[in-house]
């Protein structure tokens, strides 16, 4: 059975770090990355690591400020936010795609996390 597993949320202050991680169960993946929405909002694209050479892509939103990795084994994949603002509340999803696509959009994931509350304060 295929599971994917984050952990990390919770509630900060503008301008501090959060970090997330998302473990994958049951097979390997060649994309994982991360949407996240809001309340009365669509899920967003936030950050991707892709099948070649971990090639990372990130919503303009989030540029210079999260940064996305994963492990050697390519099961586990975080997200270290930082300079967090109050508009970066939501839910985090954990996102994983089988094929070797160049993009990370919604219709294309195979696998959702159960999602992850990020609470930032101002």
């Known amino acids: 059975q295929v599971r994917l597993v984050e952990s990390g949320g919770g509630l900060v202050q503008a301008g501090g770090s959060l970090r997330l991680s998302c473990a994958a169960s049951?097979?390997?993946?060649?994309?994982m990355g991360w949407f996240r929405q809001a309340p009365g909002k669509e899920r967003e694209f936030v950050a991707g690591?892709?099948?070649?050479?971990?090639?990372?892509l990130y919503a303009d939103s989030v540029k210079g400020r999260f940064t996305v990795s994963r492990d050697n084994t390519k099961t586990t994949v975080f997200l270290q936010m930082g300079s967090l603002k109050p508009e970066d509340t939501a839910v985090y999803y954990c996102?994983?795609?089988?094929?070797?696509?160049?993009?990370?959009?919604?219709?294309?994931?195979?696998?959702w996390g159960q999602g992850t509350q990020v609470t930032v304060s101002s």
């Open positions: 049951g097979r390997t993946f060649s994309n």
């Open positions: 996102a994983a795609q089988v094929g070797r696509r160049s993009i990370m959009v919604g219709p294309l994931i195979d696998y």
């Open positions: 690591i892709m099948w070649n050479d971990d090639k990372t």
